[in-house]
């Protein structure tokens, strides 16, 4: 019976020899376990952060790519704000410890009003270049319609020129049957130079219903053979410069034929050769006539 007791206590002892044996290696699994749950964890909070990490750098570079596409400068100082700001909160999330639970949880806030601003802004600058892009249409029809009237109106101005310059051709006056009479001192035609003492200028001014009637100035420059004028008496305007003339005359023009004489007085020696009147209106010469004078 003892020894029966013995075996019994023996066994029992035994047995709890072998169940803490058994309980420590459970816990020891158990541990091993929470170890392992704690390391996944671990590199999960890592993942996340780097991925927290990525977005603010990318973020931050969104930001300086919608600077680069405003011309309005309150936005681009604002984008430029934004984007300090996310290189800011980049810079302490790479500061802040991995156990600092709390930073992290504030800094993925602050990743979410960052991404939420950006968002807002990209929709801002792209109803912005929407804009632009509708102004630049409406401005590139506008230059093309200004374009358009300025050629209608070149050419209407081409036109209007073009029928200005038939109609003040065709108002010109013009002047034929000229002639070029010498006289002598008692009014005779003269058959030598050295007898003239005045020269009869003669035409006619033709009919012309488009011309302007009322006074006109009729000029005659009378030319010598070498191209000197016969008794420079006074000047007159023609193509934008003033010319001598040799005899002047105030007409009445009234848009009928009429018939003109005016005398040009010779006070010098004049050589044989041949003699040219030209007669001016208006500054515009109307006609011209000669005549060959002998010695």
Do not use: W
């Not at 506008?142 to 108002?171: D, F, H, Y």
């Not at 004028?229 to 009429?258: C, H, M, W």
């Amino acid at each position: 019976m003892r020894k029966l007791t013995h075996i019994l206590m023996g066994g029992f002892i035994l047995l709890f020899v072998v169940g803490a044996a058994l309980s420590s290696c459970g816990d020891s699994e158990k541990l091993k376990e929470k170890e392992r749950e704690i390391e996944e964890l671990r590199q999960l909070a890592e993942l996340d952060r780097r991925e927290m990490e990525n977005q603010y750098a990318e973020f931050a570079v969104q930001y300086a790519e919608l600077k680069k596409t405003v011309q309005n400068d309150s936005l681009a100082a604002l984008l430029d704000k934004e984007q300090k700001r996310a290189e800011q909160l980049l810079k302490e999330l790479k500061n802040v410890k991995a156990n600092s639970s709390a930073e992290i949880l504030r800094l993925k806030k602050e990743l979410a009003t960052v991404r939420a601003v950006l968002k807002d802004y990209i929709r801002q600058v792209d109803s912005l270049q929407q804009l632009n892009v509708a102004l630049v249409g409406e401005r590139d029809r506008a230059l093309a319609e200004a374009a358009r009237t300025r050629k209608e109106n070149t050419a209407i101005s081409q036109v209007r020129a073009q029928l200005e310059e038939k109609v003040e051709i065709a108002a010109q006056l013009n002047a034929t049957g000229v002639t070029i009479t010498p006289l002598k001192k008692n009014g005779k035609v003269a058959k030598k130079s050295k007898d003239i003492k005045t020269f009869s200028i003669d035409f006619t001014v033709t009919r012309n219903v488009t011309a302007t009637t009322g006074n006109r100035m009729a000029y005659v420059r009378l030319m010598k053979p070498h191209n000197q004028l016969v008794n420079p008496t006074g000047q007159f305007e023609y193509e934008n410069r003033t010319i001598d003339y040799s005899a002047a005359k105030a007409i009445e023009y009234d848009g009928e034929e009429q018939k003109v004489q005016l005398y040009v007085p010779v006070l010098e020696y004049l050589s044989a050769g041949k003699y040219h009147a030209y007669i001016f209106i208006d500054g515009q010469m109307i006609g011209s006539g000669a005549v060959e004078l002998k010695k």
